[in-house]
């Protein structure tokens, strides 16, 4: 079946440096990719989402690669803010419009 | 102000009772969603939705049930079979269609069974 998995649970950045959050994925097949950030408590909010297509798209202070040879997806983020402290989870598109989550890496900025 | 809301934030029942989780819309979106989140991990989807009065089983959906009887709501009701429904509710909608399968999320509703 599908599965979308984590490398790291806990990642620990000084603020101001680059940031890299990594996803395998087992799908060959899937061809959409979406990152979302959730805070404590709170639902997950989108930040960036890629199509197969791709290898790279950038958005603001975040990039995100695809490199389907090895079925890995990363997200970077540019100069880490306090406020980019969270989960960030992963997520690829299945059957329907249907997405498959990984647990989650936590981000923790420190000062 | 458009948007998905959740309702209530904190929930406190007994267990064998049932509950029902609110989940509102405003975006005009087709497709809905319930997923459960456990401390530390991912989302699991229970139920989805792609269109008025039709919904399909997710990968938990043993003990829930929903309705989807207008395309704005889409409640929730965690059953008394549900044998660990101690949880982070979560509720999400989306167009359909278009080639974007973004989900937009509430709040989330936490549900606490003692």
């Known amino acids: 079946g599908e599965s979308v998995g984590l490398h790291l649970p806990t990642l620990s950045v000084q603020e101001g440096d680059n940031s890299i959050i990594n996803c395998a994925y087992s799908?060959?097949?899937?061809?959409?990719f979406i990152w979302y950030k959730q805070e404590s408590g709170k639902g997950p909010q989108f930040i960036i989402d890629?199509?197969?297509?791709?290898d790279k798209r950038q958005g603001q202070r975040v990039t995100v690669l695809l490199n389907k040879t090895v079925k890995h997806l990363s997200l970077q983020i540019a100069a880490t803010q306090p406020g980019d402290s969270a989960v960030y989870f992963c997520?690829?598109?299945?059957?329907?419009?249907?997405?498959?989550f990984g647990t989650g890496t936590r981000l923790q900025v420190t000062l | 102000d458009g948007g998905i809301t959740q309702s209530p934030k904190y929930l406190f029942r007994k267990e064998g009772q049932n509950v029902t989780l609110s989940c509102e819309q405003n975006?005009?979106?087709?497709?809905m969603y319930w997923y459960r989140q456990d401390p530390g991990q991912g989302l699991r989807l229970i139920y989805y939705?792609?269109?008025?009065?039709?919904?399909q089983k997710g990968d938990i959906a043993e003990g829930y049930s929903v309705s989807r009887e207008k395309k704005e709501s889409f409640p929730l009701t965690v059953t008394s079979a549900q044998k660990n429904p101690t949880a982070f509710y979560l509720c999400?909608?989306?167009?359909?269609?278009?080639?974007?399968?973004?989900?937009?999320f509430g709040p989330g509703t936490r549900l606490t069974v003692t």
């Open positions: 799908n060959s097949a899937s061809d959409y």
């Open positions: 939705s792609q269109i008025v009065n039709d919904f």
């Open positions: 890629i199509r197969s297509n791709m």
């Open positions: 997520a690829e598109k299945g059957t329907a419009s249907k997405l498959t």
């Open positions: 975006l005009n979106h087709d497709a």
């Open positions: 999400a909608s989306s167009i359909v269609g278009t080639g974007s399968y973004e989900q937009y």
